[in-house]
């Protein structure tokens, strides 16, 4: 047996009693208060940093948090691709994205029921009839402090919403958070590493009615469809 399965990760003492884990494997005592990194759900052993809306993340994941232009693009493209590849050909090419701090989203959308979860992204829709056309601005808003894969993970989520406002689409919250959801899952299932899959894991676990149990209702459905186009999952939805 390895020293790492039988040693406490933070103090180096041998593991009796009882015995906390992570999503990583990683096993410390019950009675340290270790942190656990936001982003990547690992212990947080040694520097942590605190965003000011109370996430902690690891210095690993600091190291890979998008901030620039140049990395937000790299993202977009990326995005971008992956929902191609399922269907999603027609969105907007002009997008306003602005990584912002949370009381800007708070602000944003003060209509949102009072979860305690922390909303790491949000959609915004000005429509506007300009010579009897609708014509739709759109801008989201992301979250300070992302990884790329969580970014990714958020972005398609928004975009998808995006699509579905410009589509003048209106489903229940449910449905709408579910089909936003299941950008994000093919965004993490391309993405395919460790962090990824992890991802991916809690929200096959997550309980929320909406970005949860709505989502795991749109894989269903596109599951019984045998697709994976997002498109096709949409006409679905709308005969529901
Ligand atoms: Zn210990
Ligand atoms: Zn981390
Ligand atoms: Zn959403």
Known sequence: MSGADTTCAYCREVL????????????????HHIPMCYSCGKWIIGDVFSTEDGRMICKDCLSSIVMKSSQKKWVDTRVRNVLI??????????????IVPS????????????????????????????????????????????????FAGTLAHEYLHVWQNQMNIKLSQDMSEG??????????????????KNYIQRMMSDQDP???????????????????????????????
């Open 210 to 240: 909406n970005y949860g149990i709505g989502f795991r209702k749109v894989k269903e459905i596109a599951d019984s469809l045998h697709t994976d186009n997002l498109k096709l999952v949409m006409n679905k939805l709308l005969t529901i």
């Open 16 to 31: 009796t009693g009882n015995v906390l884990q992570d999503a990583w494997g990683t096993r410390v005592h019950s009675h």
């Open 179 to 196: 089909f936003c959801n299941m950008g994000t899952f093919y965004m993490f299932q391309s993405i395919d590493n460790i962090v990824a």
């Open 85 to 98: 590849l399922h269907g999603i050909n027609n969105l907007p090419l002009k997008i306003q994205v602005q």
């Open 103 to 150: 009381q800007i989203i708070k602000r944003k959308n003060p209509l949102k029921e009072s979860s305690t979860a922390i909303q790491l992204g949000l959609t915004c829709c000005d429509e506007l009839i300009l010579n009897n056309n609708r014509v739709c601005r759109h801008s989201v808003f992301m979250l300070t402090h992302q990884t790329k894969i969580q």
